[in-house]
């Protein structure tokens, strides 16, 4: 089956004024959609790869043939990465995460001052286009990663749980070369509901 750009569960500008409707609009609706309608394209006509999902052809990356592996992992992982991506903030969010995922935060960074410290700092040094990550590792850790242009924690053997988008086209309209500003302002959108049921979804 086709991927499916994904609805938003909110509005356009539900996420002002951290993140603008402009942005959000042609994010959602231009750029997400052309990744997705390139994945769709590259494994048409392709039985062995249209019967899994995208998320499992990023797992298996090694496995899918040379001639449209490129294809997969760049718009494969640009289908995947954005559904994530909009699937972890949301409107109306109060800042801290609770729950579990609190906890384990706590354990493995030392506090969530210092967790944020290093995901801010992945997000800053990604150098060009990419992703920062909060990611579960195979033994069940958590971990920062950085991935550059549109590569997936997935086809490393990692669960994500939490991501932001640098590229440009995430922040370019209102914050221009203010990568920093768009970070910051990113933790007022972070959805730790959805961010706690990965994470229990991951162990
Ligand atoms: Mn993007």
Same mark, same amino acid.
């Given at each position: 089956?086709?991927?499916?750009? #994904? &609805?938003? /569960? =909110?509005?356009?500008? +539900?996420?002002?004024?951290?993140?603008? +409707? /402009?942005?959000?609009?042609?994010?959602?609706?231009?750029?997400?959609? !052309?990744?997705?309608?390139?994945?769709?394209?590259? @494994?048409? %006509?392709?039985?062995?790869?249209?019967?899994?999902?995208?998320?499992?052809?990023?797992?298996?990356?090694? !496995?899918?043939?040379?001639?449209?592996?490129?294809?997969?992992?760049?718009?494969?992982? %640009?289908?995947? $990465?954005?559904?994530?991506?909009?699937? @972890?903030?949301?409107?109306?969010? $109060? %800042?801290? #995460?609770?729950? #579990?995922?609190?906890?384990?935060?706590?354990?493995?960074?030392?506090?969530?001052?210092?967790?944020?410290?290093?995901?801010?700092? +992945?997000?800053?040094? &990604?150098?060009?286009?990419? *992703?920062? *990550?909060?990611?579960?590792?195979?033994?069940?850790?958590?971990? @920062?990663?950085?991935?550059?242009? &549109?590569?997936?924690?997935?086809?490393? %053997?990692?669960?994500?749980?939490?991501?932001?988008?640098? *590229?440009?086209?995430?922040? =370019?309209? /209102? =914050? &221009?070369?203010?990568? #920093?500003?768009?970070?910051?302002?990113?933790?007022?959108?972070?959805? *730790?509901?959805?961010?706690?049921?990965? =994470?229990?979804?991951?162990?």
């Amino acid at each position: 089956m086709a991927y499916q750009l #994904p &609805q938003l /569960k =909110y509005a356009y500008d +539900a996420l002002e004024p951290f993140i603008d +409707a /402009k942005t959000l609009e042609i994010h959602h609706s231009k750029h997400h959609k !052309t990744y997705v309608d390139r994945f769709n394209a590259a @494994v048409a %006509g392709k039985p062995l790869l249209e019967s899994q999902s995208a998320e499992d052809l990023l797992v298996h990356i090694d !496995t899918v043939p040379e001639d449209i592996r490129a294809a997969v992992r760049n718009n494969g992982g %640009g289908a995947v $990465n954005h559904s994530f991506y909009w699937a @972890v903030i949301g409107p109306r969010q $109060n %800042g801290e #995460p609770k729950g #579990p995922v609190a906890d384990a935060i706590r354990a493995g960074f030392g506090s969530f001052q210092e967790f944020k410290a290093k995901f801010t700092d +992945a997000a800053t040094t &990604q150098f060009g286009s990419g *992703w920062a *990550w909060l990611v579960m590792t195979k033994d069940g850790k958590l971990e @920062v990663i950085k991935t550059p242009n &549109q590569d997936s924690p997935l086809s490393i %053997g990692k669960k994500p749980l939490l991501v932001i988008d640098v *590229w440009e086209h995430a922040y =370019y309209l /209102k =914050y &221009q070369n203010r990568r #920093p500003e768009y970070i910051d302002a990113f933790y007022n959108v972070i959805n *730790w509901e959805t961010v706690n049921e990965l =994470y229990l979804a991951a162990k």
